[in-house]
């Protein structure tokens, strides 16, 4: 089950725990935040090396 399905469960049509709703959206993107954080550097360090005059 993909993590987004997971974490609605925690939703009903009745009664929402949004605390813990939002807290699972929090721990669910920290992964793609790190990955985010890797790639800029990657790509920031590809952009300024082409730039370099030698």
């Known amino acids: 089950m993909p993590l987004a399905l ?4 925690f939703s ?9 709703l ?6 669910s993107s920290i992964p793609l935040l790190c ?3 890797v790639a800029m ?3 920031i360090s590809g952009l ?3 730039s370099i005059k030698a």
């Open 6 to 9: 997971g974490v609605m469960q």
């Open 12 to 20: 009903s049509d009745f009664e929402t725990d949004w605390g813990t």
């Open 22 to 27: 939002f807290a699972g959206y929090v721990i």
């Open 35 to 37: 990955v985010f954080a």
């Open 41 to 43: 550097r990657q790509f």
């Open 48 to 50: 300024t090396s082409g």
